[in-house]
């Protein structure tokens, strides 16, 4: 079974940034897409960004592009996302979630079989 632990969240200030971490273990999705997600109070689970097994392709949310970027150790079989810029708008809990299965990068909740407990991001203004 894999288990996925964030970590790196925390309170900043509007234009801060933040470092997320996500590790994976019981098994190495090295070779699988991953991905960020969040999640408001009251709101549905939105897609971040998302990251081939590989490394070489990312997609994000137009909402984020350009200040957040999404990376990968695989030999350490871990996700990183390094958020920029921060505003008020990015306060959520952010959860990493793994695929176990082949493919391209996937921006779907339901494309994902696996999934940390989340970190919480609070951007205050």
């Known amino acids: 079974q894999v288990q996925l632990v964030e970590s790196g969240g925390g309170l900043v200030q509007t234009g801060g940034s933040l470092r997320l971490s996500c590790t994976a273990s019981?098994?190495?999705?090295?070779?699988?897409?991953m991905g960020w997600f969040r999640q408001a109070p009251g709101k549905e689970r939105e897609f971040v960004a998302t990251?081939?097994?590989?490394?070489?392709?990312?997609i994000y949310a137009d909402s984020v592009k350009g200040r957040f970027t999404i990376s990968r150790d695989n030999a350490k079989n871990t996700m990183f996302l390094q958020m920029n810029s921060l505003k008020p708008e990015d306060t959520a809990v952010y959860y990493c979630?793994?695929?176990?299965?082949?493919?391209?990068?996937?921006?779907?909740?339901?494309?994902?079989?696996?999934w940390g407990q989340g970190t919480q991001v609070t951007v205050s203004s």
């Open positions: 019981g098994r190495t999705l090295g070779i699988y897409p």
């Open positions: 990251i081939s097994g590989s490394g070489t392709s990312t």
């Open positions: 979630a793994g695929r176990g299965r082949s493919s391209g990068p996937r921006m779907g909740v339901r494309d994902y079989d696996y």
